[in-house]
């Protein structure tokens, strides 16, 4: 427990201190122009105060301050502008290096559990022979050399060398150090949590593990990958705000620059100094230094959830979801179909069914065949290899859509769909019964209608004609945290759709059982892109959840693509974010952050606006006051004089851009049921509060300024 304090401690933390030197030279660092020619408010800023600087030193060789709009100004005045500008423009950048120190902060544990191990290969694995690898040899290599097919035994305490799957054993694994998401989980072979991740650590007992991809490309490596990276695409609504923010930057550089010439009639001029401040106060430099921040807040927040988001642009959008789209098997269901009951038909004796199932799976290695060996065990029918010695084991095929054993008597016992197990006793030259084939298709459907798949078991003796001993149910269960979760996505006002190959009868049981508000079942790729297609059409703002090769098209069109980490190369490709931990009630947490980050902007920007019409207050008077001192009467913060009024607002603008860090890298708080409300709030608090800080900030510094000699 204390362990887990200390985590969530460290993830609710703004920075570490062990990373607080390495982000602020990587703030200094980006004072590179090149770095900020993509940021054109900061590239201002920096400008600006580089020119001020060159004025302070000319002014001290020529040991005088320049008047400004017929004010005085103390002695070291320009300096103190200077300094302000570059504690200001550092502040900005200071931001988006915590926001990027704070993932790279994340990824500190996966570099140490990705890095180079050796692991045990096992040489020439047989799954029939020797499944616990009890006897055959192993070889330590270096686990980057690993490649997809290759065979690793890992024992307790050990690190799983890269991902895969479990072919034999169960043990507890320890993958918190890459989902974040704290204690340990079962891994077992033979059901829906066989998938295993590179860097997770086994704890107890003894795996052995098929590779399924390299290290270099395992869900560590890529989220490393996202975590680390100090420069992130911009997304379009950041790029659209930076063309916006650069027009309104330069309006205020058109402003400032034509300033004297209109006033100089009447007015002693402004000097350059002050109007580098009045750039620096009132362009939106707070919005343009933590907009990215909110971004890269975002994703690192749903890296903490365990979803690695590989686009900005699926996190922005993922706020206006209207429709998500769930893949049946591996997403709503676990994915593995297990038995539940055996069925006979014709008068069969349960016993002989169960038998012939039992000895039909003991050499099919899917979940299907052993839960059927299982539950016969279970209802006292055991069989053993020894049974099957000297026959045939038959494997399934997409040609003949069944499978099942020859036994060394010469009977030959299948089981597989209907119509593949009547073609096959046809083939054996037997013709069911009229009334047997309606038995079973009764049952099938009455199967079909509850959710599950049936199996058909036949047996054709050496001597005598075949027949149908009655099917196995099998059902693949929804995943226990799903209905919940559709409830809150119900609750978010999205609409859920569940779209499966399987029959329509089956996705129908399983909607209902979720509580998903569509399905459509016998889907191919083609309709599932259509859908997608149709609703977007239709301005429904689209999220699609699959794994499998058949989804890649649907996941590539939808507006946001989600995959689940087990799901086929094809599929991760084509989504644009992959959930780690295969936990498809991420969805809620996607939808959420993308609100949060939605709403934080909109704070941000209202409380910046709202400060900038209060600077303007504190400013503007003081650029002529020595000229008109009627202008005075517009000091409505009375502001100690003209230097103090400009120097406090360029300290408040560089400090409150500090004060803003936390709330963009946190978010603002709202409730997610109703987004409009919840903005509606938010701009109401944001912009009084944004009236309110500067008032009181500016005027606590003023009184602190006017302390010092001149001021």
């Not at 940021?39 to 800023?45: E, R």
């Not at 991809?213 to 490596?221: K, L, M």
């Not at 690192?300 to 922005?316: C, D, F, I, M, P």
């Not at 100690?640 to 004060?659: E, K, N, Q, W, Y």
């Amino acid at each position: 427990m204390t362990s887990q304090l200390a985590r969530e401690k460290r993830r609710n933390a703004v920075i570490a201190l062990r990373t607080l030197g390495p982000v602020l030279l990587d703030a200094l660092r980006k004072f590179d122009p090149r770095y900020l020619w993509h940021n054109p408010v900061l590239l201002l800023t920096e400008v600006g105060a580089a020119l001020t600087t060159v004025i302070a030193v000319l002014d001290s060789i020529a040991g005088i301050e320049q008047p400004s709009g017929g004010t005085a100004m103390p002695f070291g005045f320009t300096w103190a502008l200077a300094a302000g500008f570059w504690a200001c423009l550092f502040t900005a950048t200071l931001a988006e290096s915590i926001a990027e120190g704070h993932g790279r902060q994340q990824t500190e544990s996966l570099r140490r559990s990705n890095a180079t191990e050796t692991a045990r290969r096992v040489i020439g694995y047989s799954r029939s022979k020797d499944p616990a690898v009890r006897r055959s040899a192993l070889e330590e290599v270096d686990s980057r050399s690993l490649r997809p097919g290759d065979v690793v035994v890992v024992e307790a305490g050990e690190t799983i060398p890269a991902d895969g799957e479990v072919l034999w054993g169960a043990a507890e694994v320890d993958e918190s150090e890459i989902t974040g998401r704290p204690g340990a989980v079962i891994r077992e072979a033979g059901g829906d949590r066989t998938a295993v991740m590179g860097g997770s650590r086994g704890l107890s007992d003894r795996l052995v593990v098929r590779i399924s991809s390299s290290r270099d490309t395992s869900a560590a490596a890529r989220t490393i990958s996202l975590a680390s990276k100090s420069r992130r695409k911009k997304s379009p609504i950041e790029v659209a705000f930076s063309t916006l923010l650069a027009s309104f930057s330069i309006s205020f550089v058109l402003l400032v620059l034509t300033l004297n010439s209109v006033v100089s009639p009447v007015a002693e001029p402004v000097s350059i100094p002050v109007l580098v401040a009045l750039v620096v106060c009132l362009i939106p430099t707070e919005i343009a230094a933590l907009m990215s921040v909110t971004g890269i807040a975002g994703m690192s927040q749903l890296l903490q959830r365990g979803v690695l988001v590989t686009s900005a642009k699926s996190l922005e959008t993922a706020g206006d979801i209207t429709t998500v789209l769930l893949d049946k098997t591996g997403t709503v269901t676990r994915g593995s179909r297990s038995a539940i009951a055996f069925l006979p038909v014709g008068g069969t004796d349960l016993e002989q069914l169960m038998r012939a199932a039992a000895l039909a799976s003991i050499g099919d290695p899917t979940p299907e065949g052993a839960s059927t060996v299982r539950l016969a065990e279970e209802e006292g029918v055991r069989v053993s290899e020894g049974d099957a010695t000297g026959g045939r084991t038959v494997h399934f095929s997409a040609a003949t859509r069944i499978s099942g054993i020859d036994l060394p008597d010469g009977t030959s016992i299948r089981k597989g769909a209907v119509s593949a197990v009547v073609a096959w006793l046809k083939q054996q030259g037997t013709q069911p019964q009229r009334q047997i084939i309606l038995d079973l298709k009764a049952s099938t459907k009455r199967i079909a209608q509850s959710g599950g798949t049936p199996l058909v078991v036949a047996v054709k003796p050496a001597v005598g004609v075949g027949h149908a001993l009655g099917l196995i149910h099998l059902q693949d269960v929804v995943k226990d945290s799903v209905p919940k979760k559709i409830s809150a996505l119900h609750a978010l006002g999205v609409r859920t759709v569940m779209v499966t190959g399987d029959h329509r009868l089956t996705a129908k049981a399983i909607a209902a059982e979720a509580g998903i508000d569509e399905y459509v079942g016998d889907s191919t790729p083609e309709d599932k892109l259509a859908l997608i297609l149709r609703e977007q059409e239709d301005g429904h703002i689209v999220a699609m959840s699959g794994d499998g090769l058949n989804d890649a098209p649907a996941l590539a069109q939808a507006d946001i693509g989600i995959a689940m980490n087990t799901a086929t190369a094809a599929a991760k490709s084509s989504a644009n974010m992959v959930i780690l931990d295969d936990d498809p009630t991420h969805l809620v947490d996607i939808i959420k952050v993308g609100r949060r980050q939605m709403a934080t902007r909109g704070a941000l920007m209202t409380f910046n606006f709202a400060n900038d019409a209060v600077r303007y207050f504190t400013l503007f008077p003081a650029l002529f006051v020595g000229t008109f001192p009627g202008l005075d009467a517009l000091n409505l913060l009375r502001l100690h004089s003209p230097a103090s009024a400009i120097l406090s607002t360029v300290i408040f603008s560089s400090l409150v851009m500090g004060i803003l860090i936390p709330l963009a890298l946190i978010g603002v708080p709202y409730r997610t049921e109703n987004l409009r409300s919840a903005l509606t709030r938010n701009l109401i608090y944001c912009g009084l509060s944004g009236l309110l800080v500067p008032i009181i900030g500016i005027k606590l510094i003023d009184l602190v300024v006017s302390l010092l000699p001149g001021y």
